[in-house]
């Protein structure tokens, strides 16, 4: 299994989703995925740039 990096966008494969117990609950969801032996994760995007949504509102509002 590679690293993980910040920010870095990845695919994960052969993975188990198992109910959340009560004790150690760090979300409020009542599910959670468990990574095993044969998880797969593969970077998917590597140095792509970062929309910046913001932009795209401000364009929006001026054109209307």
Known sequence: MSSLKAGSIVKVDRFEV???????????????????????IDEVITGAREINLQSRLDCSTISK
């Open 18 to 40: 198992a109910r959340c117990s009560s004790m150690y609950k760090i979300t409020d969801h009542s599910f959670l995925i468990r990574f095993i032996s044969i998880t797969i």
